[in-house]
C-alpha cells in the first residue's frame, strides 16, 4: 500500500509539473500576444499542439540517435523533477529529493540539453547544428552566475542538501532573496539564460534558424520534447522557489511564488531584443558574475 | 625465485618485453601471444603480490622495491589499461612498421610504470621514471614525421621535469644518507624550511611536468596526438598519472610537516583549477581529435592535481576517482578515434562526418566516454566531480569552485563537437565503404571499459575501497561514514544515493525511449541525412550542408582575449633563445687558426694576471 | 709464461712502438700483415694488462728503465689509476682496429696504422710515466701522430684542420716544455715525485706561473674552453675511427697529465676550484654549441668536449667521490663517444650531416638502434652506464654541497638530450628503403663490444666499483705516490 501511495505520487508529481508547466507556457503566450496588440491562443493551446503532436504519425527517421534525443530530454526533466522536494513538508510530493544533492541537479539539468544536441546532431540539418554549437555556448555563459548563486547558498546555509537550504528559511524574513540579495539577481539571471527566452533566445532563433536543434523533430518527438519542456519549466521554477522564496507548503502557494518568478523573465524577454551568442555569453561572464562572486563574498563576510 | 615477489613480477614485466622482441623473428602470432601473456600476467600477478620488501645494491645505492596500497592502486589502473592497450594495438598496428620495436617500447613502458609505482626509494623510482620516459619518447616517435618533433619536445620538457627531480634525489641523499621515501621524510622535517620548499618545489615541478600542468603542458598536444592511437590510451591513461602519484608521494610522505606546505599546496590547486580552465578552452579551438583530447586530458589532469593539492579526504578520493576514471574514459575516447583513423585514415574533425551508422560501436563507445567526462550522471564520471565539487565548497574554496565548474560545462562544447563531427551530421559518400573495427581486438577493449564507467557510476564503492585503503596509508582516515557500494557522503552529512538516481534515470529513459521506438521508429523508413526541411530547396547530392568547420566561432569570439595568448608560445621562445645562443656560441669556433691561437694566448695572459692579482 | 718472459709495464709503450716500426718492414712480406700485425701487438697489450693489472691493485708496480733509481733515472708508476688509463687504452685501440678491418680503406693503411699505434703508445706512455720530461716526449709522440692522422684523408680542409691542431699543439708543448724547464731550474730534478717533494724550493709566484703554462699546456689536449678551438675541426676531419681515438684517448691522457700534475704539484684550493669551473664552462659552452649544429661529427666533438668538461668538473672538486666520478665520466664517456663516432661513420660515411640519418632505422637498424643505445648512454638515462657516471658525479658535487654545480650540470644534460634526440628522432623518420647494404661484421663487432660494455656497465655499476675507487685513492694520495716512486 506505501509502495502504491509512493509510485502514485511520482505520477501526480509529473502531472502537476506538466499541467502547470504548459499551464504557464500558454499563459505567457497570451500576454506576449496582448502586448504585440494581438489576442493569443487560449491558456490550453500548448496542450492542445502536445495532443496533437502525438497522434501525429511519423514517416521518415534519420537514425536511432535521432529517437535517443528526445528520451534523453525527457529523462532529464522527470529526473530532475524527482529529486527536487515540491514541498516544504508533509509526504507528497517529495519523492527522490533525499536522495541527490544540489550538485547532482546541476549535472542532471544539462543532461536534457546534450541528449537534444546529440539528437539533433544526426538529422544532419545545418540549422540544429548551428543553434546547438550556439545552446551549448550559451550554456557556458549562464551557468557560471548560476553555480556562482547556489555556492553562495550553499556555503552560507553548510548544506548542499534543498531541504536544509528550505528549512532554514523558515520565515519571510529568512528567504534567501532577502538575505542574499546577490545571489538572487545572479542567480535569476541565469535563470533568464536557461529558459532560452529573450533575449537570450539565439540557439533556437525561429526566423533565422527555422527553431534549431528540433527543426527536423516532428510528431512524437516534438510531441515528446514539448512534455518534457513543460515538465521542466516547472521543475526549474519550483527549484527556484525552494532556492531563494523558502519552498511552499501547498500548491497554490508554489503556484503563486513560481508564477511571480516566471514573470521576470517573461516580461524581460517581451521588451528586449535578441543578443548574439558571443554578447550573451560577454554578458553572463561580466555582470552576473560580478554580482555572484560578491554575494559569496557576503556570505563570506557574514559568516 | 618467490612468485609473489615484485622482483618476479618486474622480471615478469620487463622479460615478456624482450621476449616478445625476439618472438617477432618468429612468427608475429606468436609475438602476439607473449605480448598478451605478458600484461595479463603481471596484472593478475597484481593480486597475489606479496608484503615483503626487496633490497638490492646498484652502483653503491641501495634500491628497495616494495608494495603500498597506494602503489596497488596506481598498479591497478595501469593494469586495467594496458590489457585493453596491448589488445587494440595487435590489429591496429598491423599496417604500421617496425611492430617489434612498437611492442618492446610498449612492455618496457608498462613494466617501468610498475616499477615506478614500486619503488620504495628515490632512487629506484628516478630510475623507472627515465626508462619510461626513454621508452614512451620511442613510441611517440615511432610513426616518424612530424611525431619526431612531438617526441623531441616531450622528452625535452621531460627531461626537464625529471632533472629538476634528480637534483632534489641528490640533496637529498647528501641530506639523509639514505634514499628510502620514508628516511628521507624523517630527516626532511630537519631541514630549514626554505631548503624544504625549494626541494619539495624541483619535486613537484618534475612530477607536474609528466601530469602536463601549466606552463609545462606544451608536449601534451603534440605528443598526444603523433603517438600511435593504442598508446596515447595508455599515455594519457596511465603514464601521466605516474606525474600525480608522485606529486601525492611527495606532498603527503615528504612535505606535509613543512610551513611552506599549505600555501604550496594552495598554489598548487589553483594551477591546477587554471589548467583545467584553459586546456578547456584551447579543446573547444582544435580541429584535430586527437590535439583536442589531448587538451582534454591536460584538462582533467587538473581537476585531479586540484583534489590532490586540497589535500581533505573527500577532495583525494575525488583526485584518485578521477585518475581512474579519467584514465578509462580517455582511453575508451583514444582507441574510438584510433578505431576511426584505422578505418579512414583521418582525425581531422573538418573532414570526417557522419559515421554513426557505419561505426555503431564506437559510436557508443565515444558517447559513453563523453557523458563519464562530461561528468553528466549516471556514469562513472560524476562520482568523480561530486566528490570533487563537495571537497571544494566545504574546504571553502569558493572561487574554485566557480573555475572547475567553468571548464566542466565548457567541456561540454568540445566533448559535443568531437562527437557530432566525427559520428553526427550529414553523411558523406565517401565514407560508405566505411566498416566497423573488428570485434575480438578492437570493439571488446573499447566496450569492456565502456562497462567500467557504468559499474563505477552505479557502484563507485567497488573503487573507492581500494582508494581508502591507499589514503588511510598516506594518512588520511577514510571512515566508513564517508561512503558506501553505491552511497556517497559529504563533509555536512548529505548525500548522494546512486541507485535510487540509476533507478530513477533508467526507468525514465528507457520508457520514453521504449515508446519512441516501438511505436515510432520501427513504422518509419531510413532516409538519408540529404532528405531535411530545408524550407522548400531541395538540396543536390553534391551540396554540402555540414556545419563542422569553426564550429564554436561565437564562443571564440567571446572567449578571444584569453585564447589569443599562448603559454606553449613562451616556452617555446625560452627554447629558441636558447638554441639561438647556441648558435651564437657557436662563432666562437670560427674556423681560424689564428683566432684560436688568440684564445690560448689571451687565456693564459689572463690566468696569469689574475694570478698576479690574488698574489 | 711470466717466468720465461717477465711482463713489465714497459710493454705497453714498447710493444706498439715495436710494431709501428716494423709494420713497414712486414708489409714488405705480404699485405695482409699491416691488419693483422697492429691487431696482435693490442691483442698482447690486453694480456699485459690483464696480468697486470690486478697486481696493480694490490700495490702500485713501479718499474726502473735502465737500472737507474728515481730520481735519477726514469720510472714508470704503474698504479691502479694508471693501470687503469692502460687498459682502457689498449682496449680501444683494440676495438678501433677491429672496426678498420673493414670500415678503414683510405690508402695508406699501413702508415695510418703505424700512426694508430703511435697514438696509443705515446697516450699510455703520458699516464705510465713518473717523470715529467719524458711525460712532455710522449705528449709530443701523441700529439704529432694526432696531427697526422687529423690530415690523413688529404683533403684541403682535412690539411687545413690538421693545420690549425699544429699551431695550437705547439704552443701547448711550447708552454709545457716552457713549465718544465722553469721547475727544473729551481728543484733540479724533473722526477714527478721528486719535484713534489722539492716544491717549496719554488717561490709561489713561480709556482703560479708555472701551474698557468701546465693549465694551458695540458688544456690544450684536455680540450678545455677556450683552448679547444682546434677539436670541433680536427674530429670533423679525422677519420672516424681517429676521432674515437681522440675521444677516448688522448684527451683522457693530457686529462690525466693535468691531475697528476696539479695534485702533486700544485695542490693549492684555488687551482683546484679553477679547474672545477674551467670544466662547467666547458660544459656549459660546448654544450650550447652543439645544439644547433648540423655536421654530425663536429656535433659529437662539441659534445665531447661537453663530456670532458663535465668530467674535469668532477676531477676539480679532487674528493675521493669527485674523483672516482671524474674516472667514471671519462670511461663512460671513452666507450660511448667512441661507439658514436665508429656508428655514426659506418652509418653515414665520412661527411656525415643531420639530415644523412633521416630514415637510417629502415636502412640499417642495427646501426640504428646502437646509436640510439649511444645517445641515451651519452645523455645519462638509465639503465645505462651514462646514467651512473653521471649520478656519481652529482652526488659527489652534492657531497661538497654544490648545489649549483648540480642544477648547471643538469640544465646542460637537456640540453645534449635536445641535440641527441633530434638525431635520433631522425634515424626513425620513415624515409628510405629496408636494409640498403650491409655493414661488415669486423665492424658491428667492434661496436657489439662497446655496446655489451654500456649495458654491462649500466646494469652492474658495481663491477667498477673497486677499479674505480683504487684509481681516485691513488690519484688522491700523494704520499703513498712519492713514498713508493722514492723508497729505493
Redesign the interface.
Known amino acids: 500500500m506505501e509502495t502504491l501511495k509512493t509510485i502514485s505520487g511520482y505520477f501526480a508529481t509529473i502531472g502537476v509539473a506538466f499541467t502547470v508547466g504548459f499551464l504557464f507556457m500558454g499563459f505567457r503566450r497570451i500576454l506576449t500576444a496582448r502586448v504585440q496588440n494581438r489576442v493569443g491562443p487560449p491558456i490550453y493551446q500548448n496542450l492542445l499542439d502536445i495532443i496533437k503532436l502525438w497522434s501525429k ?9 535521432q ?2 534525443g ?3 530530454s ?2 532529464a526533466s ?2 530532475t523533477l ?2 527536487i522536494p515540491v514541498l516544504r513538508d508533509g509526504n507528497w510530493f517529495q519523492n ?1 529529493s ?4 544540489l ?2 541537479l ?3 539539468m ?2 536534457g540539453q ?1 541528449g537534444m ?2 539528437g539533433a ?7 540544429s ?2 543553434g ?3 545552446g ?2 550559451q ?3 549562464y ?2 552566475p548560476f ?2 548563486a547556489l ?1 553562495a547558498l ?2 552560507y546555509h ?4 534543498l531541504h ?1 537550504i528550505m528549512a532554514a528559511q523558515d520565515s519571510i524574513g529568512g528567504w534567501n532573496i532577502f538575505v542574499n540579495p546577490l545571489a538572487f539577481v545572479a542567480g535569476i539571471i541565469a535563470f533568464l539564460g536557461m529558459t532560452h527566452y529573450t533575449p537570450f533566445d539565439v540557439p533556437f532563433a525561429p526566423a533565422e534558424l ?1 527553431s534549431g536543434p528540433p ?2 523533430f516532428g ?3 516534438l510531441g ?1 520534447m514539448m512534455t518534457s519542456g513543460s515538465i521542466f519549466a516547472f521543475a526549474k521554477l519550483t527549484l527556484f522557489v525552494n532556492l531563494f522564496l523558502g519552498g511552499a507548503s501547498n500548491l497554490l502557494e508554489l503556484l503563486v511564488k513560481a508564477l511571480a518568478l516566471y514573470l521576470i523573465p517573461v516580461i524581460i524577454g517581451i521588451v528586449t531584443p535578441r543578443f ?3 554578447q550573451a ?2 554578458f553572463f ?1 561580466k555582470w552576473p558574475t560580478i554580482i ?2 560578491l554575494s ?1 563574498l557576503w556570505v ?1 563576510w557574514m559568516r | 625465485m618467490d612468485i609473489t615477489g615484485i622482483p618476479f613480477f618486474l622480471a615478469v614485466s620487463f622479460g615478456g618485453a624482450f621476449l616478445a622482441y625476439l618472438m617477432n623473428f618468429a612468427h608475429r602470432f606468436l609475438r602476439n601471444a607473449v605480448v598478451l601473456l605478458t600484461v595479463s600476467a603481471s596484472a593478475a600477478l597484481l593480486f597475489w603480490l606479496g608484503d615483503e620488501t626487496f633490497s638490492m645494491e646498484m652502483g653503491g645505492f641501495v634500491l628497495t622495491l616494495g608494495k603500498t596500497p597506494y602503489s596497488l592502486f596506481f598498479a591497478g589502473i595501469v593494469a586495467l589499461l594496458a590489457v585493453p592497450t596491448v589488445l587494440f594495438s595487435f590489429t591496429y598496428m598491423a599496417k604500421e612498421e617496425r611492430p617489434a620495436m612498437y611492442y618492446l617500447n610498449l612492455l618496457i613502458t608498462i613494466a617501468a610504470m610498475y616499477g615506478i609505482l614500486f619503488s620504495l626509494d628515490l632512487l629506484s623510482l628516478f630510475i623507472f621514471w627515465e626508462i619510461m620516459t626513454w621508452s614512451s619518447f620511442l613510441l611517440t616517435i615511432h610513426k616518424g614525421g612530424n611525431a619526431t618533433k612531438a617526441g623531441v619536445k616531450y622528452f625535452l620538457y621531460s627531461a626537464a621535469g625529471a632533472y629538476a627531480i634528480l637534483f632534489s634525489v641528490v640533496i637529498l641523499y647528501n641530506m639523509s644518507g639514505s634514499l628510502l621515501i620514508e628516511d628521507v621524510a624523517r630527516s626532511f622535517v630537519l631541514q630549514n624550511p626554505l631548503m624544504q620548499l625549494m626541494l619539495a618545489g624541483t619535486l613537484l615541478f618534475g612530477f607536474s611536468v609528466k601530469a602536463g600542468l601549466m606552463p609545462m603542458h606544451g608536449w601534451a598536444p603534440d605528443a598526444y596526438a603523433e603517438s600511435p592511437a593504442p598508446f596515447t590510451a595508455l599515455f594519457s591513461g596511465a603514464l601521466s598519472k605516474m606525474g600525480i602519484f608522485g606529486m601525492g608521494m611527495v606532498l603527503y610522505q615528504i612535505f606535509l610537516q613543512s610551513p611552506f606546505s599549505l600555501p604550496v599546496r594552495e598554489l598548487l590547486a589553483w594551477a591546477g583549477g587554471i589548467t583545467s580552465a584553459l586546456a578547456t578552452l584551447r579543446a573547444i579551438q582544435q580541429t584535430d581529435a586527437k590535439r583536442l583530447l589531448a587538451y582534454s586530458s591536460v584538462a582533467q589532469l587538473g581537476y585531479i592535481v586540484m583534489g590532490l593539492a586540497l589535500g581533505t579526504p573527500l577532495s583525494m578520493m575525488a583526485a584518485l576517482f578521477i585518475t581512474l576514471l579519467h584514465g578509462v574514459f580517455k582511453a575508451m575516447l583514444f582507441f574510438a578515434v584510433g578505431a576511426v583513423y584505422f578505418r579512414t585514415g583521418l582525425t581531422d574533425l573538418n573532414e570526417l562526418r ?1 559515421l ?2 557505419r561505426m555503431p560501436v564506437s559510436f557508443l563507445t565515444v ?1 559513453m566516454a563523453i ?1 563519464s567526462l ?4 549516471p556514469l562513472g564520471g ?1 562520482v568523480g ?2 566528490l570533487l ?2 571537497s571544494l ?1 566545504q574546504s ?1 574554496h ?2 574554485l ?2 573555475v572547475a ?2 571548464s566542466s ?2 567541456s ?2 568540445y566533448v ?1 563537437r568531437l ?2 563531427s566525427i559520428f ?4 558523406e559518400k565517401e565514407f560508405e565503404h566505411v566498416k566497423e573495427v573488428p570485434f575480438l581486438t578492437m570493439q571488446l577493449p573499447m566496450l569492456a571499459l565502456a562497462a567500467v564507467t557504468f559499474i563505477t557510476g552505479i557502484f563507485p564503492g567497488i573503487v573507492l575501497a581500494p582508494i581508502s585503503s591507499a589514503l588511510t596509508y598516506l594518512g588520511f582516515p577514510i571512515q566508513h561514514d564517508m561512503w558506501s557500494m553505491s552511497m556517497l557522503f ?1 563533509e ?1 552529512g ?4 546512486l541507485l ?2 540509476i533507478s ?2 533508467g526507468t ?2 528507457l520508457t ?2 521504449t ?3 516501438f ?3 520501427r ?13 522548400g530547396e531541395v538540396p543536390t547530392e553534391n551540396e554540402n ?4 568547420i569553426n ?5 571564440e ?3 578571444h582575449p584569453v585564447l589569443s595568448k599562448s603559454i606553449r608560445a613562451w616556452i617555446d621562445w625560452i627554447g629558441r633563445s636558447v638554441s639561438e645562443l647556441g648558435d651564437f656560441l657557436r662563432h666562437i669556433y670560427t674556423g681560424d687558426g689564428q683566432t684560436y691561437a688568440w684564445y690560448v694566448v689571451l687565456f693564459l695572459t689572463f690566468m696569469l694576471a689574475a694570478g698576479s692579482w690574488i698574489l | 709464461m711470466p717466468e720465461l718472459f717477465p711482463l713489465s709495464p714497459v710493454h705497453y709503450v714498447a710493444a706498439p712502438l715495436l710494431a709501428a716500426f716494423l709494420l713497414p718492414l712486414v708489409a714488405k712480406l705480404s699485405r695482409s700483415f699491416i691488419k693483422i700485425l697492429p691487431g696482435l701487438t693490442f691483442l698482447y697489450v690486453l694480456y699485459v694488462s690483464a696480468v697486470l693489472y690486478p697486481q696493480a691493485l694490490q700495490a702500485p708496480i713501479i718499474e726502473q728503465i735502465a737500472g737507474w733509481a728515481p730520481p735519477l733515472g726514469i720510472n714508470l708508476y704503474y698504479g691502479p689509476m694508471a693501470g687503469l688509463f692502460a687498459s682502457l687504452f689498449s682496449a680501444l685501440g683494440f676495438i678501433v682496429w677491429l672496426y678498420s678491418l673493414t670500415q678503414m680503406k683510405q690508402e695508406p693503411l699501413d702508415r695510418f696504422y703505424i700512426l694508430l699505434m703511435m697514438l696509443v703508445a705515446g697516450a699510455t706512455g703520458m699516464v705510465l710515466t713518473g717523470d715529467i720530461f719524458n711525460l712532455f716526449v710522449f705528449m709530443e709522440i701523441t700529439a704529432i701522430s694526432a696531427y697526422s692522422l687529423t690530415a690523413f684523408l688529404r683533403e684541403d680542409d682535412k690539411a687545413e684542420a690538421g693545420f690549425k691542431y699544429i699551431l695550437i699543439g705547439s704552443l701547448a708543448s711550447a708552454f709545457v716544455l716552457l713549465g718544465i724547464a722553469i721547475l727544473y731550474s729551481y728543484t733540479g730534478t724533473l722526477n714527478l715525485a721528486d719535484l713534489a717533494l722539492n716544491m717549496d724550493k719554488v717561490p709561489l709566484s713561480v709556482r703560479v706561473i708555472v701551474f698557468g703554462l701546465f693549465l694551458v699546456g695540458f688544456g690544450i689536449e684536455a680540450e678545455i674552453f677556450p683552448l679547444n678551438g682546434w677539436a670541433p675541426d680536427a674530429y670533423s676531419a679525422a677519420p672516424a675511427p681517429v676521432s674515437a681515438l681522440f675521444a677516448g684517448i688522448t684527451v683522457k691522457a693530457a686529462l690525466y697529465a693535468l691531475a697528476r700534475v696539479t695534485i702533486l704539484l700544485f695542490p693549492f684550493a684555488g687551482s683546484m676550484a679553477l679547474i672545477s669551473i674551467l670544466g662547467l664552462v666547458t660544459l656549459v659552452i660546448s654544450e650550447l654549441a652543439a645544439l644547433h649544429q648540423k655536421n654530425l661529427f663536429r656535433m659529437l666533438a662539441y659534445s665531447s668536449m661537453g663530456q670532458v668538461g663535465l668530467a674535469i668538473a668532477a676531477l676539480g672538486l679532487f674528493t675521493a667521490e669527485g674523483v672516482y666520478a671524474a674516472l667514471f665520466a671519462m670511461i663512460n664517456h671513452a666507450i660511448v663517444k667512441g661507439m658514436l663516432f665508429l656508428t655514426v661513420f659506418a652509418m653515414a660515411g665520412g661527411s656525415a650531416t643531420l639530415d644523412g640519418l633521416n630514415g637510417m632505422g629502415r636502412k640499417k637498424p642495427i646501426l640504428s638502434l646502437l646509436f640510439t643505445l649511444g645517445a641515451f648512454a651519452i645523455i645519462g638515462l638509465p639503465p645505462f652506464s651514462g646514467f651512473w657516471s653521471k649520478l656519481s658525479v652529482l652526488t659527489a658535487m652534492g657531497q661538497t654541497g654544490n648545489y649549483a654545480m648540480i642544477a648547471i650540470v643538469l640544465a646542460t644534460t637537456i640540453v645534449e638530450a635536445a641535440y641527441f634526440l633530434r638525431a635520433t628522432g631522425r634515424l626513425y623518420l620513415s624515409e628510405g628503403n629496408p636494409a640498403e647494404g650491409k655493414t661488415p661484421l669486423s665492424a658491428i663487432a667492434a661496436l657489439a663490444v662497446l655496446a655489451a660494455g654500456i649495458l654491462w656497465i649500466g646494469f652492474f655499476p658495481g663491477s667498477i666499483d673497486e677499479t674505480l675507487t683504487a684509481g681516485a685513492q691513488d690519484l688522491l694520495d700523494t704520499a703513498k705516490y712519492t713514498e713508493g716512486v722514492l723508497k729505493d
Open positions: 504519425e511519423s514517416a521518415i527517421n534519420h537514425g536511432l540517435m529517437h535517443m528526445p528520451a534523453f525527457i529523462t522527470v529526473t524527482m529529486f527522490f533525499f536522495e541527490g544533492d550538485i547532482f546541476l549535472y542532471i544539462v543532461f546534450l544536441a546529440l546532431g544526426q538529422t544532419g540539418n545545418p540549422n547544428a548551428i546547438v554549437s550556439r551549448l555556448s550554456i557556458v555563459g551557468e557560471i553555480v556562482l555556492t550553499m556555503v553548510e548544506t548542499t542538501s536544509e527555422a527543426s527536423e510528431g512524437k518527438y515528446m548574439r551568442t558571443e555569453i560577454l561572464w555572484g562572486i559569496i563570506v | 557522419g554513426i551508422r558517447l557523458i562530461a561528468n553528466i550522471p560524476f566531480k561530486w565539487y563537495e565548497i571553502d569558493y572561487f569552485v566557480i565548474f567553468f560545462t565548457a561540454f562544447l559535443y562527437i557530432f553526427l551530421g550529414q553523411e559529504n555536512w548529505n548525500r548522494m544515493n535510487a538516481m530513477v534515470i525514465v529513459f520514453g525511449f515508446i519512441l521506438y511505436y515510432r521508429m513504422r518509419t523508413r531510413y532516409v538519408t541525412t540529404k532528405d531535411i526541411h530545408t524550407s550542408l555540414t556545419y563542422a564550429f564554436y566561432q561565437p564562443f569570439r567571446a572567449a
